[in-house]
């Protein structure tokens, strides 16, 4: 099932998997904000090459690119309200002109990077991880609970859907017949049996969840501990300056757009 | 041997689990599930408990480690000891020190991301501290011989494999009794073999005493020192494996008895007695060779 590939983590080890979860979020928050407070063209190309060192150090370039491929028709959808809208509504309204041309190109740049920033986040942090650090993060446990419990079935239930569909279709269901509405109905008999069998499921689960003393203790202890480390702090480090470079020249120095580079 | 009958208890210290006259309904059935059980199971015992789909056995397993009632609800009657607590009155997971219960289907009881993290979360639970949670979960993936496993994730394993790692989960909490609820079921006989023999190690080694429901008698059976039939909720059998499986009722029933006592009853139908009542085929095999350099 192609459909929930994304959803796999592959368990490989590089500096960037291995960097805590926590530094790492932060720094995508440092890249989020730093993307919402410039809305010129030149820093938003700079800021979309930052995450790019780190996809390359933890070796995932094709899923990168792959997700990227996926925010591409978000990103055509965002480049074309922005320049009709701005190109009808403004006050003046403006010729389709190259300073509105890249106002648009730098709206859907920041939405890429946005887009990009988590990715590299989502495709480097094992869902363990990313459990853990919630769990640090004083998040009530049973959420966390919840989470690395879902992304656990998640391969689990495509497989399910997988058998039954194949168990429908041997039983002469036909699921690519019929114009949308009978397409959607087709589906029917392949959800309620996946629904079924996934409370089923759930309940062994919580079964299987009381043998072994759940909600014994108000403290829990935990196998795994995150600890920052020095690439981590060296990590932190570098988004603080980038916050502070970044807040710095929103304040005090206006950047200019590219046009206007241009055309000195 | 004794048929159908409660059991009187005679040394009264060595039982771990003891029930009387236990009868239960689910919430919302209308007939019992357990209509009057009453089984003594000894400490250090390996005990197995059959019958017929639907008897009961999985019922009366719930009953062992809290399940039922606390879990289930339904309306329980008669008594339930487990390593001197009193079921109904104690919680779940007080229970789950004393008593593991390893399910039937592998997939469905572990839900962590790697091997370690699923047996270290019942010692989670219990707040062990940390240095000791990390021996207890290395020991038991060394009893259980999945030491290589330690950080894969669970559902990328055997059936075989993601078995001794629930055996390994409810082990790492060093319980009295372990319960296994037909753990062979969804296995081939090759990694069935291999839960029987994990078990029966648990069992010498540690002393652990062990339940397991099973209808595969053919390869447990040499394992066990008590056999338990259940039927239609009560139990209807209660001793030693050799007679039990010898009985005219165990057959009747239907409880799948090994086909080398199968073999024996034949036998001795055709008139042909062996000197023996034999379980397993080994025995089998040797008690044939008796008679056939007699004769």
């Known amino acids: ?52 060192p780190f996809v390359l150090m933890a070796g995932v370039q094709r899923e990168w690119i792959r997700s990227m491929r996926g925010a591409l028709f978000f990103a055509f959808i965002i480049f ?21 041309l890249e106002r648009s190109i730098a709206m859907t740049l920041r939405f890429l990077v946005l887009v990009e920033s988590f990715s590299v986040f989502f495709l480097t942090t094992s869902p363990d991880h990313l459990g853990l650090a919630l769990e640090q993060s004083h998040i009530p446990y049973e959420f966390c609970f919840a989470f690395t419990t879902a992304v656990r079935f998640v391969p689990v239930l495509a497989e399910e859907a997988q058998t039954i569909m194949d168990a429908q279709k041997a039983r002469g269901l036909e699921l690519e017949r019929g114009n949308f509405l009978k397409r959607v109905r087709n589906y029917i008999p392949i959800l309620i049996p996946l629904i079924v069998g996934a409370i089923r499921r759930s309940l062994e689960l919580a079964e299987a969840m009381e043998s072994r003393a759940w909600g014994a203790s108000e403290k829990r202890t935990n196998l795994y501990v995150l600890k920052l480390k020095r690439n981590d702090y060296l990590l932190v480090l570098i988004s603080v300056l980038m916050l502070i470079l970044a807040v710095y020249v929103w304040l005090y120095i206006p950047i200019p757009s590219l046009t206007i580079l241009l055309s000195f | 041997m004794i048929e159908g009958s409660p059991i009187t208890v005679a040394n009264e210290t060595l039982a771990i689990i003891e029930t009387r006259k236990l009868v239960y309904t689910y919430s919302g059935a209308k007939k019992a599930a357990l209509k009057g059980v009453s089984v003594t199971i000894e400490s250090g015992e390996i005990v197995i408990l059959t019958g017929p789909s639907g008897c009961g056995k999985t019922t009366l397993c719930r009953c062992f480690n809290g399940l039922i009632p606390h879990f289930y609800g339904g309306k329980i009657e008669g008594e339930v000891v487990v390593a001197g607590h009193k079921v109904v009155d104690q919680t779940i997971y007080e229970l789950a020190r004393h008593v593991g219960l390893v399910f039937q289907n592998p997939e469905n009881q572990l839900f962590a991301l790697s091997v370690e993290k699923d047996v270290a979360f019942g010692l989670e639970n219990l707040a062990v501290p940390r240095d000791e949670m990390i021996k207890r979960v290395d020991w038991a993936l060394q ?153």
């Open chain 1, 1 to 52: 099932m192609s459909m929930f590939e994304g959803f796999r983590f592959r368990r490989v080890s590089s500096v960037v998997h291995l960097l805590d979860p926590r530094a790492k979020f932060f720094f995508v928050c440092v890249l989020f904000i730093t993307a919402i407070l410039n809305s010129k063209l030149p820093p938003l190309i700079l800021l979309f090459f930052v995450p790019l």
């Open chain 1, 80 to 100: 074309l309200f922005n320049f009709l809208f701005t190109y009808l509504y403004t006050e003046y309204p403006q010729v389709p002109s190259a300073p509105l």
């Open chain 2, 143 to 295: 009893m259980t011989g999945i030491e290589d496993l330690s950080e894969r994730p669970p559902h990328e394993l055997s059936g075989g494999q993601q078995q001794r790692v629930a055996i390994a989960c409810v082990l790492a909490m060093q319980p009295d009794v372990m319960i296994l609820d037909e753990p062979t079921s969804f296995l081939d006989p090759v990694g069935a073999q291999k839960i029987f023999e994990v078990i029966n190690e648990l069992n010498k080694e540690l002393g652990i005493t062990i339940i397991l429901v099973e209808h595969r008698l053919d390869l447990a059976s040499k394992y066990a020192d008590h056999v338990v039939v259940m039927d239609e909720g009560k139990v209807v059998l209660d001793g030693e494996p050799r007679g039990v499986f010898n009985s005219e009722k165990a057959r009747l029933i239907g409880v799948g008895v090994p086909k080398a006592t199968r073999l024996y009853q034949i036998l001795r139908e055709n008139g042909t007695h062996l000197s023996g009542v034999p379980v397993t085929s080994e025995e089998a095999s040797k008690l044939l060779l008796e008679v056939l350099k007699r004769d």
